[in-house]
């Protein structure tokens, strides 16, 4: 039941907490510092480990206090491009989109302010490179040979191959065109990984614990065809990588030497599946001496090249985050009840599944539920087994201009394991009128929400 009185204290303090996020936000880049020290603070804000749900809320009193006092100025979003190059004329052009139509800070069709650090293999938290560019609402800034662009730092401008971090005041996007072909200028394209700190678990894509390794889908060594591999590390701390390959039926061929990469470090593979030649197939990476509990842990992201040697290649597979083990596969319709001293309820729940998240709706079908609305949204985790739903909507009772003014209110339910098709546990209700309620659920799996009739 202790997670049921956390889940309790986190409902109350749901408002609370928008106004806390709004906080971080506004916190962001506040103070007025050169570029080379704004590109350094800000790495260590996207490096620094999520913290857990009971400092967060010890930290809340002082996080309201700064919303009341900062400007909303600074930087808010990230970008990462985990490989450029320019070596052995190779060349790397990358592209920002400002898709920002209106801001809270300036208006409609806001121009976006962008600088983008460089990054070499050695890592370390000052760029090789930096830059800063502005880009108009609708506008694609394409830069040319971006690491010949970006001015040194502090005796910088030695990597010829790295990766870029991008931080902007308003959302945008970016890409890179990796050029490695002067003769045929065949582009590979790259997308941008967004910031991986604060995002779902389900789209995590720098977890890399064995438990959460990462999976680079294809990888190739035959023919003309071959695979680069890079790795970053963009966590607080250095870590100790293995790369792991694999057949195209599955089975481990090869389980590569441990290699270390320190803080903005890299690991760079020019022909990854050298040691299983005429093969191809999966590759997945994990960090193995990763420490949940250290504030310094690392956190990786990967890409990898499938390029030819004798003339144009493929492009680029980004890493994509393996679930954990210990995740169910339950996406369906469930049908069941749930009960409290206030709710005694038949209720139908459609499960749709993206790794370790989970979305969908939730139906009262009969019953007493304590809000006059019968159809919600909903959202979700599974977390080491357990299943935490939550609905998505705070309001009920908007639907009539006549009505009382709405009423704000949470509903949470928790199922610590899943035994077969059943899925039970128990539930909490808060809302603003003073009323709560604790109670139970029992739902079982009727079938997939796509039949075939």
């Given amino acids: 039941m202790r997670i049921l009185e956390r889940t309790i204290c986190c409902l109350s303090c749901l408002l609370l ?6 906080a971080q936000n506004r916190a962001a880049g506040h103070h007025a510092v050169d570029q080379r020290q704004a590109m350094q603070d800000r790495l260590r804000a996207i490096r620094h480990s999520l913290a857990n749900p009971t400092h967060s809320q010890s930290r809340l009193p002082t996080q309201v206090e700064q ?53 070499g293999p050695s890592g370390g938290d000052t760029p090789d490179r930096s830059g800063v ?42 890409w890179a065109s ?53 790795v970053v590390n963009i966590g607080s701390g250095a870590g100790r990588i293995r790369v792991k390959l694999f057949s195209q039926g599955g089975a481990l061929q090869e389980a590569l030497p441990a290699v270390s990469i320190d803080p903005s470090g890299m690991f760079v593979s020019d022909d990854i599946r050298m040691p299983v030649p005429g093969t191809f197939g999966p590759i997945t990476i994990e960090v193995e001496d990763i420490d949940t509990e250290d504030n310094t842990m690392p956190r990786i992201v990967a890409t990898s090249l499938i390029e030819s040697t004798t003339g144009p290649f493929a492009g680029f597979l980004p890493a994509f985050a393996l679930p954990q083990h210990t995740t169910s596969a339950i996406a369906g319709t469930w049908e069941g009840s749930v009960t409290g001293a206030i709710t ?30 019968r159809f919600f949204d909903i959202k979700g985790d599974i977390i080491d087994g357990s299943v935490l739903l939550e609905i998505q ?19 949470r339910l928790l199922a610590e394991s899943i035994s077969g098709n ?12 003073g009323r709560s309620d604790s109670g139970s659920f029992t739902l079982d799996r009727m079938g997939a929400i796509y039949t075939s009739e």
Avoid at 345 to 366: F, H, K, N, P, W
Avoid at 396 to 402: I, K, L, N, Q, V
Avoid at 422 to 433: E, I
């Fill in 17 to 22: 907490l928008s106004v806390a996020a709004l």
């Fill in 67 to 119: 919303a009341e006092q900062e400007s909303i100025d600074g930087t808010s979003f990230v970008n990462i491009i985990p490989f450029v190059t320019r070596e052995n004329g190779a060349r790397t052009n990358v592209g920002i989109n400002n898709f920002s139509r209106s801001s809270l800070a300036r208006g409609d069709r806001p121009a976006a302010t962008v600088e983008i650090g460089l990054y």
């Fill in 133 to 174: 560019f502005s880009v108009r609402s609708n506008e694609m800034l394409q830069i040319n040979h971006v690491i010949n662009v970006l001015d040194p730092v502090q005796g910088g401008g030695s990597a010829n191959t790295g990766w870029l971090l991008i931080f902007s005041d308003e959302p945008v996007t970016a």
């Fill in 178 to 230: 990796v050029i490695l072909d002067q003769t045929s200028n065949d582009p590979a394209m790259l997308v941008a990984i967004a910031d991986q700190v604060f995002k779902p678990a389900a789209f995590v894509e720098s977890q890399g614990t064995p438990s959460n390794p990462l999976l680079i889908h294809s990888s190739v060594k035959g023919g003309a065809f071959k695979s680069r591999l890079a």
């Fill in 344 to 373: 005694n309820a038949q209720v139908r729940l459609t499960l749709y599944q993206e790794r370790d998240m989970l979305y969908g709706s939730l139906e009262i079908l009969s019953g007493t539920f304590p809000t006059t609305d």
């Fill in 393 to 411: 909507q705070v309001l009920d009772d908007c639907r009539h201009p006549d009505s009382d003014p709405c009423t704000v209110f949470a509903y």
């Fill in 422 to 433: 059943t899925l039970s546990g128990g539930s909490v209700y808060v809302d603003g009128s």
